[in-house]
């Protein structure tokens, strides 16, 4: 069944167009549901999900995650191998989503609430004895000292993350499939970005499978680009984050190569560029991000941080930019310029985006589905495993209300509260779930529209905190559009990831909350053990007050840092710049480039990107054509592959020390 190609536009986006022609969907689909799967998902929970939590604290490594997948993904590869056994694309597709699954670990968001509850900002803000029961248990709580979350007074709290968990995926699962149908099967739009995701899969497959006759020249090079990345990533991974590791087991306190999680320059630069964070991120995996990520979107967001590099002295002289004082380094720099002048500007750029998104998706609709076939959603490919409309339906109906009754009953039915949750759940979800869907489809993009939770829950008239951490029905389920794609393209029968997703989940829960519980209990978190956490956690902890302080009543930081005049400038300079980028022709990667780059985001992120964007560019793709688009993923993925299988052993010996018990004699 060959996939019907989608209309060009007379001008495409040419850099659009390359994402679009990687890959085209399979004529069959198959089962990938197994028990190899199923052992894959207890191997990521019972080995990798600890060393998941643990690296995300010491060095905030986002990459552990799809490192994890990719390590479980070829372990399976090799033992299937020698014992005679061929695995599938669709059973790799479903045992990489499951050990992606598995990495989600819902509760180790209790190591940052335990943090929160007791942290300065919370504190000093009066927030922290507001926080209600089944967010964290009172700063009180003896669970604190013995730093364990297996206590009574963490059962409220468990309950919650169990029925946030199993709604979140229910949700997720059934209603970002109702989207993609309306958007890839009716509307035929094309997901650019879903071949990038495919393309390691098909690396693995290729590994895996006997060659047809003729591929095998064509097939192979994947398996040996993955190979190189995932050789650079072990070299990595060593120097960067095994070398503090061990040196953590053997002196007590980390010794670092490269300063983890960036070498901040702040303090050396503000002589010159006042209230302007710099400094840089060591880590060869932002390099290779920006190889990955579409250039123009680099360059944009380049061009963006130049910009303010440029503004931040201007408005610091003209006392926009109040707050800041020579010496201050990153964190409290990017905190101070948040509250004198970025969080509103910020707001009024992001309203600019969702304004032109949502036009553009208004536009496209009026124009597509005037071409559309009414039976389409209905027809779905063959033995796709598609189920039937009305259960869509059913399932939203459920969960919302659902979510609605739970959080009217946590916040005690009070009146405003409760029509913002029927507003959030029939009104701004399937809203926003569409527009971003839809912009998945044409460009990769995603839109949001912010301050929307933000701005409700204030106008609700709620005074106090607790309405902040309900578990409310907003969600944006447009985002898992890409995720039905990429299996569209592997050729995997959605039911395989349904039945996979019944199985995994209590073995997720299970497995995150005594891993966050046996780390907790090694050492305080954040402490110089985990040089990320100490150094960021505090940062966010402070922009989270200046939110949840709004509802309190009185005066508060969410006061001084919104203001009108900014958020109308913000969203002025959003629309000028959207409509002049788009008069000219600009490509639409390097217009939500500019965007990103704006503001208050790291250069020490953004430079090391644009580096590998650059080198990209301008020599692998000059040597080795348009293939180095196919070529850069897999090499990134391999990468994680590599930096995965050495942070895996380095912190499994962490563990092995730490439950050493010294005898007296």
């Known amino acids: 069944m060959a996939e019907e190609k989608p209309d060009v536009q007379k001008h495409p986006d040419k850099e659009v167009e390359q994402f679009r022609s990687l890959m085209e969907v399979p004529d069959t689909f198959e089962d990938g549901f197994s028990w190899t799967s199923v052992m894959g998902a207890l191997f990521i929970s019972l080995l990798m999900v600890p060393g998941a939590i643990y690296m995300g604290l010491l060095a905030g490594e986002a990459n552990i995650g799809p490192a994890a997948q990719w390590v479980t993904v070829i372990l399976f590869i090799e033992v299937a191998r020698r014992a005679h056994k061929t695995l599938k694309r669709a059973e790799i597709f479903v045992l990489f989503f499951l050990a992606g699954a598995a990495m989600s670990m819902p509760f180790s968001g209790l190591l940052w609430q335990q943090f929160f509850i007791n942290s300065d900002a919370a504190r000093a803000t009066g927030i922290s004895t507001l926080i209600p029961s089944w967010y964290a248990p009172d700063p009180s709580s003896e669970s604190y000292s013995m730093r364990t979350f297996f206590h009574l007074d963490w059962l409220p709290v468990i309950g919650l993350v169990m029925f946030t968990t199993f709604f979140s995926q229910l949700s997720n699962m059934v209603l970002g499939y109702g989207l993609f149908r309306l958007t890839s099967d009716i509307e035929k739009l094309p997901f650019p970005m879903a071949p990038i995701s495919a393309q390691g899969i098909l690396a693995l497959a290729e590994d895996a499978d006997e060659p047809q006759e003729g591929e095998s020249d064509q097939r192979s090079w994947r398996w040996r680009v993955f190979s190189i990345g995932g050789a650079l990533g072990m070299v990595f991974g060593f120097f960067y984050l095994g070398v503090p590791t061990l040196t953590g087991i053997v002196l007590g306190e980390p010794v670092t190569i490269f300063p983890i999680p960036f070498a901040d320059l702040t303090t050396k630069t503000d002589n010159f560029l006042p209230a302007v964070a710099t400094g840089f991120a060591w880590d060869l995996g932002h390099i290779l991000v920006g190889m990955v990520l579409p250039f123009f979107a680099m360059l944009g967001s380049f061009i963006g941080l130049v910009i303010t590099f440029a503004a931040n002295p201007i408005l610091y002289h003209f006392g926009v930019l109040s707050s800041w004082m020579p010496g201050d380094k990153t964190v409290p720099t990017l905190f101070k310029n948040n509250v004198d002048f970025y969080f509103s500007f910020q707001v009024g750029i992001g309203l600019a985006i969702a304004a032109v998104g949502i036009y553009a998706v208004v536009k496209a609709v009026r124009k597509g589905f005037k071409k559309r076939d009414e039976g389409d959603f209905f027809n779905a490919p063959k033995d796709r495993g598609d189920i039937r409309p009305i259960l869509i339906i059913g399932c939203y109906l459920f969960v919302t209300m659902t979510y609605i009754i739970v959080s009217g009953f946590l916040i005690d039915w009070h009146r405003g509260v409760m029509a913002v949750l029927f507003f959030f759940g029939f009104i701004y979800t399937p809203l926003i779930s569409y527009v971003t869907a ?228």
């Open 438 to 665: 839809r912009l998945e489809g044409m460009a990769g993009q995603v839109v949001e529209v912010p301050m929307v939770r933000e701005a409700s829950l204030i106008l609700s008239g709620y005074k106090g905190v607790a309405v902040w951490f309900l578990p409310l029905p907003m969600a944006n389920y447009g985002q898992m559009t890409v995720f039905y794609r990429t299996a569209e393209l592997t050729g995997t029968r959605f039911t395989s990831i349904w039945k996979s997703t019944i199985i995994v989940m209590p073995v997720v829960l299970c497995s995150s909350i005594l891993f966050a519980s046996f780390i907790w209990g090694l050492a305080e978190v954040p402490s110089s053990v985990y040089p990320y956490a100490q150094t960021i956690w505090e940062l966010e902890a402070a922009n989270k007050t200046i939110i949840y302080s709004s509802t309190l009543g009185s005066y508060s930081i969410f006061e001084q840092a919104f203001n009108w005049t900014y958020l109308f400038s913000g969203l002025g300079f959003g629309i000028v710049l959207f409509s002049s980028l788009s008069a000219a022709g600009a490509p639409v990667f390097f217009t939500y480039g500019i965007v990103r780059g704006l503001g208050q985001s790291m250069p020490h992120v953004i430079v090391p990107q644009m580096i590998g964007a650059l080198i990209g560019r301008y020599y692998f793709q000059k040597k080795l054509g348009l293939k180095w688009r196919q070529y850069v993923p897999v090499v990134a993925a391999g990468f994680a592959c590599g930096q995965g299988l050495i942070t895996t052993l380095c912190v499994g010996l962490t563990f092995l020390s730490r439950a050493v018990v010294h005898l007296p004699y």
